[in-house]
């Protein structure tokens, strides 16, 4: 693969040389050969050129679900990373969301053959218990050989404190992160939404703040005790970011993130009953929100993800109790966040932590792989059903006005172009 990239503007506050500066970069079989103000391309060469196009290392989502093996019709691993590298990004870290359960090296080896020669690069969770039953570890240290990046039990919280603190022993034998997820479920119990005015109003049962900032609590005291590598996805509430980043000062080498949905919405807009609103967790209040986002923007947030969950249309158009939780997100992702944030700041969240997961970094410099996402930061635009180019529909963002476009990605000697 032989591109020339023509006047792109580079965002990569890493590099003094060429950050924020507009320049020609020559890429020769996935790797970038030469940084110049102007270069004429050789030939067969292929010239992308676009108005006010940017460029950065590639995006990264820590939190991505598929169908495949199991829930094909949802999302197949091909049009899953297809969907990924035009949405931006080059690296995802692939939910065990699944059927069967990921819970041995034999599951990991069998994402890992599927994801091969593909733009993006598909990293995979294992499942942190077997059958994701919270009653026995999982085979973890076959899984971390055969890829597998760290241990998750989806979106089901590890009811059990020992469990929890021997898994967190353990992996550290091998350098392993255990994934939490922050649910009290016993103070959860029934609800479905947030707790509070809104719940209440339309009488849908709720969940309070409590049952996530409980969990929270609970893990990072197990962790103090304990060591090791704790991950705590998608929290959603504003004392549990005052917890997180008092557990960080103390030295605990704990990371969490957030949805970017979480970011965005509020649980106002639960009025409309419509079934796409329907996350774990639920969306909150305003006052969490900005929390949540000041969170994001000093580092106690590490990752913001798109928590990108591809539902078939019989698991959504349905009574609002009875819907299954979750949204697609990979598409809109960026569109959001730079509506929040401003251009850098976007950049900076999107393409950092891969350390954190022991994946190689990307860098923008002469004689370094080509691993990049082009983008348009200006542009604007009303998200609709066009924009999805995920197998399901389930989008929350449907109707939103958004900011920036994704104009591809360059990776693995492979281009993936939107324009």
Known sequence: MNVLLKSVKIVNAESKEFHLKKRDILIKNGVIEKIAPSIEPPSKTKVLSHKNMHVSVGWLDTGVSFGEPGYEERETITNGLKTAASSGFTDVILNPNSFPLPDSSSDIVFFKNAAKDHLTDLHPLGNLTTNGKGEDLAEL??????????????????????????????????????????????????????????????????????????????????LEYTGGKLHIPTISTAHSVKLIAAAKKKGLNVTCSVAVHNLFFTDKVLEEFETDYKVLPPLRTNADTKELIKGVKNGTIDFVTSDHIP???????????????????????????????????????????????????????????????LFEPEATYNFTTEHILSSSKNALFINQQLKGKVLGTLANNKMAVNF
């Open 141 to 222: 240290f076959d899984m971390k050989n055969a890829g597998a990046v760290g241990f998750y039990d989806f979106k089901h919280a590890i009811a059990n404190p020992n469990l929890l603190k021997i898994a967190l022993q353990y992996a550290q034998n091998f350098d392993a992160i255990v994934f939490s997820f922050p649910l009290d479920q016993h103070i959860a119990g029934k609800g479905i939404v947030n707790e509070g005015i809104v719940s209440t109003r339309l009488g849908l049962k709720g969940i309070p703040a409590m049952a996530e900032e409980l969990q929270v609590a609970r893990d990072l005291f197990i």
């Open 311 to 373: 539902l078939n249309i019989e698991r959504k158009n349905v009574e609002f109790d009875n819907a299954d939780y979750g949204t697609i997100g990979l598409e809109s992702s960026y569109g959001v966040l730079n509506q929040i944030f401003d251009t850098e700041e976007t950049i900076e969240i999107l393409t950092r932590g891969r350390e954190h997961f022991g994946l190689e970094i990307p860098e923008l410099k002469e004689g370094a792989k080509a691993n990049l996402s």
